[in-house]
């Protein structure tokens, strides 16, 4: 499980949400697919859950869902953006 940075502060604007890191001075913005999934993050959805959910709103193999999980979990992690839940 993962949870989102205390200090990032997300907005959603017209359904894709825009991430804010003020200790960067960064500005995120993610594409609908990788808002859906942040979502499912903020949901506190498990990693398999977050695959059947994702698989199925975007008609998608889950192989390839979970793939896309895993590229966009590791970017977010790398940036500080959402970290591992202890």
């Known amino acids: 499980m993962y949870t ?3 200090h990032i502060i ?4 017209e ?3 825009v991430l ?13 697919t990788a808002s859906y999934i942040f979502n ?9 859950e977050i695959v059947q ?3 199925k709103e ?6 390839r869902i979970e793939d896309d ?3 966009i979990t590791k970017d977010l992690e790398t940036k500080g953006i959402i970290r591992k839940k202890r």
């Open 20 to 32: 804010f890191d003020p200790e960067k001075l960064l500005f995120y913005n993610l594409n609908e």
């Open 69 to 71: 999980i895993k590229k």
């Open 15 to 17: 359904g894709k949400i």
């Open 10 to 13: 997300v907005e959603e604007i």
């Open 40 to 48: 499912q993050f903020k949901k506190k959805k498990s990693p398999i």
């Open 58 to 63: 975007f008609d998608a193999d889950p192989k």
């Open 53 to 55: 959910l994702t698989a």
């Open 4 to 6: 989102i940075s205390h």
